[in-house]
């Protein structure tokens, strides 16, 4: 039933393609395993060996610390249609921001979204399928609006306050060294 692959063959980029939320795990060496759920077309394929995505404000940003610890990172698509499969790709990551100068290269596979934090872009070494037997059907109503209305309305100078309040460190005090540069904030 499983099975691993050296890179993102035609078949794996449309199935990316096609599903609607993707999981992010990374960990820290010591501390907690993160899982985070995404959507809103915030990920892209670049190559057979290269994925990056877009991401969002949220309420923590331990991605980025245990990337900048590690590297590591693993991305989870499954399939809530007809069709079952899980996969999975494995990796390691990079943390690009508006100041870097990797970004402008990056940021243009995206639509501009409010709130945007950073890019992890992620060189993959291994994928693995399995079967997703046990995964139920769903089907995809629409994306929720929340999150940009929210990022709209609070605006470049607070979302810096957020970011300076929520996104500096991990849970587990790892610093996740998002910077204010090229933002244009006021800072």
């Known amino acids: ?28 060496a010591d501390g907690r395993v993160n899982t985070s759920p995404k959507g809103m077309d915030t990920f892209r394929v670049l190559d057979e060996n290269r994925v990056i995505y877009l991401d969002l404000t949220g309420s923590g940003n331990e991605t980025a610390a245990h990337v900048l610890q590690n590297g590591r990172i693993t991305f989870m698509f499954m399939s809530f249609g007809k069709k079952p499969m899980i996969l999975r790709l494995y990796g390691t990551a990079t943390v690009v921001q508006p100041a870097d100068s990797g970004w402008a290269g990056l940021y243009e ?29 769903y089907e995809m109503k629409s994306e929720r609006p929340t999150l940009r209305r929210w990022s709209e309305a609070k605006g470049k100078d607070s979302m810096a306050d957020y970011w300076a309040e929520k996104n500096m460190h991990s849970i587990d005090g790892l610093p996740t060294g998002l910077n204010f540069e090229g933002r244009g904030l006021d800072r």
């Open 1 to 28: 039933m499983s099975r691993i692959y050296e890179s993102i063959d035609p078949r794996f980029r449309e199935f990316i393609e096609e599903q609607h939320l993707f999981i992010v795990a990374t960990a820290a």
């Open 109 to 137: 596979h995206f639509d501009e979204i409010p709130g945007t934090r950073q890019i992890f872009d992620a060189k993959i070494d291994s994928l693995q399928t399995s079967c997703g037997f046990g995964i139920p059907q």
